[in-house]
């Protein structure tokens, strides 16, 4: 399975970007999916995971109340819909899958995406 992740950019504080992530190679519906992020100098981050029939969603406390993950299994496409963005948002935005339930550890993920920039000026 390959999975591509874009949909970033530069935008300003309180803006909103909706990222997203072609899974492709087999059913995406096999796939739990997670979101993550990683900033210069810091470790990587979980933002949110959703089991592959979408029935199990998880949100970091960080970003709960201002990102929401989709997916549309249809499309093989899951996505990361990002409001009222903060400098701190600021980061290469990562998709990744995995097979069986979702997680919120990012080493239980096997596949990953190349990552997109997302930049949150202030």
């Known amino acids: 399975v390959q999975l591509q992740a874009s949909g970033g950019g530069l935008v300003q504080a309180g803006d909103s970007l909706r990222l997203s992530c072609l899974v492709s190679?087999?059913?995406?519906?096999?796939?739990?999916v997670g979101w993550f992020r990683q900033a210069p100098g810091k470790e990587r981050e979980t933002l949110a995971t959703i089991t592959g029939s979408g029935s199990f969603i998880y949100y970091a406390d960080s970003v709960k109340g201002r990102f929401t993950i989709s997916r549309d299994n249809a499309r093989n496409t899951v996505y990361l819909q990002m409001n009222s963005l903060k400098p701190e948002d600021t980061a290469v935005y990562y998709c990744?899958?995995?097979?069986?339930?979702?997680?919120?550890?990012?080493?239980?993920?096997?596949?990953w995406g190349q990552g997109t920039q997302v930049t949150v000026s202030s």
């Open positions: 190679g087999r059913t995406s519906s096999s796939y739990a």
């Open positions: 990744a899958a995995k097979t069986g339930g979702s997680s919120g550890r990012s080493s239980s993920y096997d596949y």
